[in-house]
């Protein structure tokens, strides 16, 4: 199956949770591609001491699966793309809904 994940938030557990369910998919053998939108483009800065978020997102990249941040979303917010989480457009995310067999939002 090919899982298509949507972040639009800042919450550090619902973040946390998002990331976990795409790193125990791809275990799983499915494909897994992260959009970050409006609010989620700021997971990067999300962790507290119990929600690792940015270990969750190497996990998920480590393991095969692609993370990508809206460019608009981050020019808004006086922020760039990173090695983890590169810049990207509505482009990719429609490919990401388009290709997908799932998408769930967070």
């Not at 791809?26 to 989620?40: H, N, T, W």
């Not at 507290?48 to 990249?61: C, H, N, R, S, Y």
Request: charged share 25%; net charge neutral; proline share 1%.
């Amino acid at each position: 199956m090919k899982l298509g994940i949507i972040i639009y938030s800042t919450d550090s557990e619902t973040v946390w949770n998002a990331f976990r369910l795409g790193v125990f998919s791809l275990k799983q053998g499915d494909g897994v591609k992260v959009f970050l939108l409006a609010k989620g483009v700021e997971c990067e800065k999300l962790n507290t001491d119990q929600f690792k978020v940015t270990e969750q997102m190497q996990a998920l990249v480590d393991n095969g699966g692609k993370i990508l941040a809206c460019g608009t979303c981050l020019k808004i917010r006086h922020s760039e793309g990173t090695e983890l989480c590169p810049l990207s457009t509505m482009k990719d995310l429609h490919e990401i809904i388009r290709e997908s067999d799932k998408v769930v939002t967070f």
